[in-house]
């Protein structure tokens, strides 16, 4: 399933030796939880694919207007999804992606705002549910370089990292958002540099995209989740 919503809400010892194999600097024992903390602290060959989108086609069925008209508009071209606003009001952009949360997994989109007329949040969203509101987990970052991490429930804004500034990159370049899940702890990662972890916690559907806000337009240039096989 496909969904297209618009939304105002308040508040704004693992034994795999090629993964673990240890490390010491001086007297410091490298930890299973270090190599979590690193971008690329996990090898490729330990990842295998769920989704693959680089927006060379629609093959995905995202929802997709036929021009920039209207309240909200969405399109592929040259290798990105392009999602804006014209109006004072964010939209969600999103299809149904089941992932087993009981399996080690990791999200990564990479995207940059192409056009920004106010300090509106946008981002990647997961684990969504828009049957009886507009519930999910997001991070986002806006034009004038803040990022925001957390989740919306019931109608509310609830931060695991506040806004905060110098993370991300300005307006017309890209910013790559990384969520790792291992066991019961993600981390997160804001163009390859660790930002903090949190504790898992459960989805609250399946739905899985991007959000743009008022007034902005990003141009996304992929989606990947990968099963971690740790």
């Known amino acids: 399933m496909v969904c297209i919503l618009q939304i105002s809400l308040s508040g704004c010892q693992d034994d795999n030796e090629q993964l673990l194999e240890k490390e010491f600097l001086g ?13 690329d602290g996990i090898a490729d060959s330990l990842r295998s694919d769920l989704l693959i989108d680089d927006f060379t086609d629609n093959n995905n069925n995202w929802y997709v207007t036929s021009g920039q008209q209207g309240d909200n508009y969405c399109f592929i071209q040259g290798g990105n999804l392009v999602f804006g606003s014209n109006i004072t009001n964010s939209y969600l952009n999103s299809l149904s992606l089941q992932i087993n949360t009981s399996l080690d997994f990791e999200i ?19 684990g ?14 806006n034009a004038s370089q803040n990022s925001w991490l957390g989740y919306t429930e019931g109608g509310n804004y609830v931060p695991w990292q506040d806004f905060t500034t110098g993370n991300v990159n300005g307006i017309f370049n890209e910013n790559l958002f990384t969520v790792r ?10 163009n390859k540099v ?12 399946n ?6 806000g008022a007034h902005n ?4 240039d ?9």
Do not use: C, H
């Open 27 to 39: 007297n410091y024992t490298y930890t299973p939880e270090d190599y979590y903390r690193t971008y």
């Open 108 to 126: 990564e989109a990479s995207m940059k705002i192409s056009r920004s007329s106010e300090t509106n949040y946008n981002g990647v969203i997961w």
């Open 128 to 141: 969504g549910d828009f049957s009886a509101g507009v519930d999910f987990y997001t991070m986002m970052f």
């Open 181 to 190: 899940k291992v066991d019961d702890t993600y981390y997160f990662f804001i």
């Open 194 to 205: 660790f930002i903090k972890s949190e504790t898992f916690l459960p989805f609250f559907g």
């Open 207 to 212: 739905q899985i995209g991007f959000k743009v």
């Open 217 to 220: 337009e990003i141009q996304v």
């Open 222 to 230: 992929y989606l990947k989740v990968y099963y971690l096989d740790l």
